[in-house]
């Protein structure tokens, strides 16, 4: 559970008690959100795959988009993933390694299943390095979303599927990898963070170093 979810449903349930007061049925609507905040914060245990070379979905979702792009003047392979209101909000870490750069950008609050909000939208740009290749992934802000949580910083070493942070409410994920990597999801599959391998890179020998890890659910990082 993150601890975002007990704040809201606390503040819920002492506006519920003192609705009790004036009438019974007024603590209905408050209850019933208290529920709902426990249950969207929910944060449940993933098996980490091991296999070497592969790259593990940041988020739960759908996945709504994969496509070959030009990124900073190198050939790469973009795969979105569009996150409902019902989908598990806590971001992973594709890989594992150091956090080699973090950018936050400002930007509008438009549909996250519109193809052109990876550009427009807010959104938070983190780079990965291990393993023997880089990873890009952004958490953008969609209609809903209006916080993003990112609890690593610059130089920060992560495992693969490690807890780096959520999006609140609807939103979008995109993983950059690069373009010679075997895609190992289509359009239309519901993905969950940390346990479905996105794609794998062959030309990775099975090597030793930073590992999977799984560390207790935190969010006291910075968000925005």
Not at 23 to 33: A, D, E, G, V, Y
Not at 111 to 138: L, S
Not at 183 to 193: F, N, T
Request: hydrophobic residues 45%.
């Amino acid at each position: 559970m993150v601890r975002d979810g007990i704040f809201y449903a606390l503040g819920l349930s002492v506006a519920a008690a003192l609705l009790f007061f004036l009438s019974p049925w007024l603590t209905i609507i408050p209850l019933l959100l208290a529920g709902f905040f426990l249950w969207f914060f929910r944060d449940p245990e993933r098996a980490i795959p091991q296999e070497a070379g592969a790259m593990v979905s940041p988020g739960d979702g759908k996945i709504t988009d994969i496509a070959p792009i030009d990124f900073m003047g190198r050939p790469m392979q973009r795969l979105s993933m569009f996150l409902n209101v019902f989908d598990v909000h806590v971001n992973r870490s594709p890989i594992a390694g150091v956090i080699r750069a973090v950018e936050y950008r400002k930007g509008k609050f438009c549909n996250a299943m519109d193809r052109n909000c990876c550009e427009v939208n807010e959104q938070n740009i983190v780079t990965v390095e291990g393993d023997g290749q880089t990873v890009i992934f952004k958490q953008i802000a969609g209609l809903l979303a209006r916080r993003i949580v990112f609890t690593k910083k610059v130089g920060d070493m992560v495992g693969r599927g490690e807890r780096i942070g959520l999006i609140k409410f609807g939103s979008r994920v995109d993983v950059i990898m690069d373009a010679g990597v075997e895609i190992k999801v289509k359009v239309g599959d519901h993905v969950a963070g940390g346990s479905t391998i996105l794609a794998v890179n062959r030309a990775l020998a099975p090597r030793s170093g930073f590992g999977t890890a799984e560390v207790p659910s935190a969010y006291s990082g910075s968000t925005r």
